[in-house]
């Protein structure tokens, strides 16, 4: 399984890579993304993030993607819809986010 999430995440990492290197020709980045679990250290950024995307504030367990040290997009651990900043191309992360869910789920 941590096989098919790195190999998946290196694909969007790779897509991501590809797409900000076509638009922005003239900089170059690499992004570093994690998936974890929140923290309550989090919960500030969790509010800004559900603002952003015009949300309900988020409640309970959270898995979250932060791409370079910001917190782009985040999963409740116990189902429901992804919150993720609109202003940032977020859809391969919600992806591994709910595949991490997924797999985080007693059976």
Known sequence: MKALIEAELFRQMERDRRRKAGARADRRSVDTVVIR??????TGRLHR?????SAPNPHGPMLVAERDGLLVAAVPMGGGPA?????????????????RRSQLRPA
């Open 37 to 42: 679990e929140a923290s309550a250290e989090d």
């Open 49 to 53: 993030l559900a603002m952003l995307d």
């Open 83 to 99: 919150i993720a900043d609109p202003f940032e191309p977020t859809a391969g992360l919600v992806g591994l986010l709910e595949l």
